[in-house]
T-cell receptor, first 113, second 113 residues
Framework: EPEVTQTPSHQVTQMGQEVILRCVPI?????FYWYRQILGQKVEFLVS????????KSEIFDDQFSVERPDGSNFTLKIRSTKLEDSAMYFC???????????FGPGTRLTVT | KNQVEQSPQSLIILEGKNCTLQ??????????LRWYKQDTGRGPVSLTI?????NTKSNGRYTATLDADTKQSSLHITASQLSDSASYIC????????????FGAGTTVTVRA
């Protein structure tokens, strides 16, 4: 069964450094998403991406964040200058069509020290 | 502001027993409601998706109900198994904004032998 994959599973970085989290969505899906979950808190929507552009973003997704689909398979989330409060689990998800089941990846645990 | 509230926060049940989780939401206009299962350290996995016209949907031992008038949903787990131990998250999307999902904080279910 196809699945969303994410790399790395755990990333440790120093405050102020740039990080890129990578995701490979399910191949025939058209909609891509990033979510984050701070330890012990609820999952929060960050951004959705369709047709090579951002379709929706939350107030969390400020200028420090960017997303890109650099090729036909990868979907990345970049944080330009990480802060301690960026430490969280970041989930990528994809769906075949809008208003349809979103499949989540296993997550990348980002630790900012 | 769109909100999703879940209760109880956590519960412990014996293997083989049934349990029911509750979800109340204020998302409007409503598009669909999803229940996800999230194992510790993993991404959420979809159990059910219901639109406003559906009032019950089953997936194996999981049965979700929806009352769009009172903005309430429940997830019933029948004949619980040890593998049902997880966080169960209620997720709602608004009709105007299907890309952006609003997550509840989840109910942590622990099944004991």
């Amino acid at each position: 069964e196809p699945e969303v994959t994410q790399t790395p599973s755990h990333q440790v970085t120093q405050m102020g450094q740039e990080v890129i989290l990578r995701c490979v969505p399910i191949s025939n899906h058209l909609y891509f998403y990033w979510y984050r979950q701070i330890l012990g808190q609820k999952v929060e929507f960050l951004v959705s991406f369709y047709n090579n552009e951002i379709s929706e973003k939350s107030e969390i997704f400020d200028d420090q964040f960017s997303v890109e689909r650099p090729d036909g398979s990868n979907f990345t989330l970049k944080i330009r200058s990480t802060k301690l409060e960026d430490s969280a689990m970041y989930f990528c998800a994809s769906s075949r069509i809008q208003v349809y089941e979103q499949y989540f990846g296993p997550g990348t645990r980002l630790t900012v020290t | 502001k769109n909100q999703v509230e879940q209760s109880p926060q956590s519960l412990i049940i014996l293997e083989g027993k049934n349990c029911t989780l509750q979800c109340n939401y204020t998302v409007s206009p409503f598009s669909n409601l999803r229940w996800y299962k999230q194992d510790t350290g993993r991404g959420p996995v979809s159990l059910t998706i219901m639109t406003f016209s559906e009032n019950t949907k089953s997936n194996g031992r999981y049965t979700a109900t929806l009352d769009a008038d009172t903005k309430q949903s429940s997830l019933h787990i029948t004949a619980s198994q040890l593998s049902d131990s997880a966080s169960y998250i209620c997720v709602v999307s608004a009709q105007s904004n299907d890309y952006k999902l609003s997550f509840g904080a989840g109910t942590t279910v622990t099944v004991r032998a």
